[in-house]
């Protein structure tokens, strides 16, 4: 059941709610930030130039750069008095990105939360654990918020502290497990370390997001913990968690909540739009933040948009899992790859446990790969026997042969408690 009667509302009416609230961020950050007045002015684009939702296009992008030049409060529209709440990227070079929420911002976000922990299947009755980090991350409190907006009753637990994790999740009966998707396979891994079956701990739904999840790690999830694998997204810069999400009677593509959240897929390369079921680069525009107006912003996420009807009755547009960014191409001697795709082909072999690492080096002026994937616990493949297997695997799909390939026991790859996975390592 849809939380928000505007999730199965007819599209005309969604693209009535787009154009009046685009209208209205267009004028707010035109008359209240410089950067967007400077950036229109230089393309001859006024607010009144934005008749429909259809001109959109005629507005410039936003990107992380841009972020990061305005620094620290360059990108807000409205004098710190009115500001409730400061967040900030979790980026790891340069300065972080920071966001702003006034009083209006906040409620906007505690209601796309809550409607997107309605649509994974969470009911007032249930108890969300929830084991994302707080303090300048959104997740924590993206998260907590939606589930208190619900009705739902929360367990703040944040990340880490793996024991007291399970020791709260089992005598409390917690019903959903917010977290990255590399975290839910280590409390299934530390589950069985003690003797454990972790398909009887309480929980059957695990909310996954901060993370790219590939569909055989999500069915790693769902088989290792017995649960419902419900992916989610979001990015600080359009708000934090929140911004689309599955549904839970159907698991394909993640409804955007498009009346607060405009999605375009443009050509990463050239920044037009392509067409519609085509890959590219996702591109948000928000429609309902005061503080923080963020026009095209170009996410680096790579994904499509489905607008066929969801078996969930929802109209939302829904966008697919996303298979890569921009920023994490991998060219090995002109061979194009995202981590994910080889994500993806190696997590279908049997015998391969959900953990890998690839290391990028130069040797001789030459891009170098070496992949480290783990073998399974219960594998019945000897280790020089599932490295042919993997090869011939990578060849077969991606027409990719690693420099060097290392099968290793389960468990020789670090392990994350908080925070995001790390997969690659570039040297170069």
């Known amino acids: 059941m849809a939380y928000n009667e505007i999730e199965t509302a007819d599209r005309s009416k969604i693209r009535d709610v787009q154009t009046q609230r685009l209208r209205q961020t267009v004028s707010n950050a ?23 939702v259809d ?12 972020f990061r030049d305005e620094y620290p409060d360059g990108l807000f529209a409205v004098d710190h008095s009115k500001i409730r709440r400061i967040h900030a990227s979790s980026g790891t070079t340069g300065k972080p990105k920071i966001v702003a929420y006034t009083e209006d911002d906040l409620d906007a976000w505690k209601e796309a939360m809550a409607r997107s922990l309605a649509a994974a299947g969470v009911t007032e009755d249930d108890l969300v654990q929830n084991a994302y980090g707080y303090g300048l991350f959104t997740g924590g409190a993206g998260l907590q918020q939606g589930a208190e ?14 024991e007291k994790q399970v020791e709260m999740m089992t005598d409390l009966g917690s019903d ?6 590399s975290y839910s396979l280590y409390i299934a891994e530390h589950v069985e370390d003690r003797g454990m079956d972790p398909t009887k701990l309480p929980i059957s739904t695990v909310i996954f997001g901060a993370e790219p999840c590939t569909d055989p790690m999500r069915d790693e999830i769902e088989r290792r913990l017995d649960v419902n694998g419900i992916d989610l997204y979001g990015l600080s810069e359009i ?46 525009t928000t429609l309902s933040k005061d503080a923080l107006p963020v026009l ?39 061979i194009n790859l995202y981590p994910s795709q080889i994500e993806d082909t190696i997590l279908e072999i049997d015998d391969v446990a959900p953990h ?3 290391d990028l080096y130069e040797k001789d002026n030459l891009d170098v790969i070496e992949l480290t994937v783990e073998q399974a616990d219960d594998a019945e493949r000897g280790r020089d026997q599932l490295e042919e297997v993997v090869a011939e695997r990578l060849d077969a799909v ?9 099968i290793v026991h389960s468990g020789s790859i670090a392990r994350t408690e908080v925070g995001k996975v790390q997969r690659v390592y570039d040297h170069r």
């Open 356 to 358: 890998y690492r690839i």
């Open 296 to 334: 095209r912003y170009r996410t680096g996420d790579m994904t499509t948009l489905n607008y066929d009807s969801c078996e969930c009755g929802r109209t939302m547009v829904r966008m697919d899992n996303v298979t890569g960014r921009t920023d994490d191409l991998l060219i090995v001697r002109g």
């Open 30 to 52: 035109y008359e209240n930030v410089p950067f967007y007045r400077e950036q229109m002015d230089e393309m001859g684009v006024h607010p009144d130039d934005i008749e429909t």
């Open 398 to 406: 991606l027409a990719f042969t690693p420099d060097s390939l290392d």
């Open 239 to 284: 708000v934090g968690p929140g911004v689309s999400i599955e549904c839970h009677e159907a698991q394909d593509g993640l409804h955007v909540w498009e009346d607060r959240f405009y999605p375009e897929v443009v050509d990463p390369a050239t920044g037009e739009p392509v067409e519609e079921g085509k890959e590219g680069e996702l591109v948000l």
């Open 176 to 181: 959903a497990l917010a977290c990255t998707p």
């Open 55 to 66: 001109d959109i296009t005629k507005l410039p992008t936003t990107t992380k750069e841009n």
């Open 149 to 162: 907006t619900l009705g739902a009753a929360l367990l703040p637990i944040g990340g880490g502290d793996t």
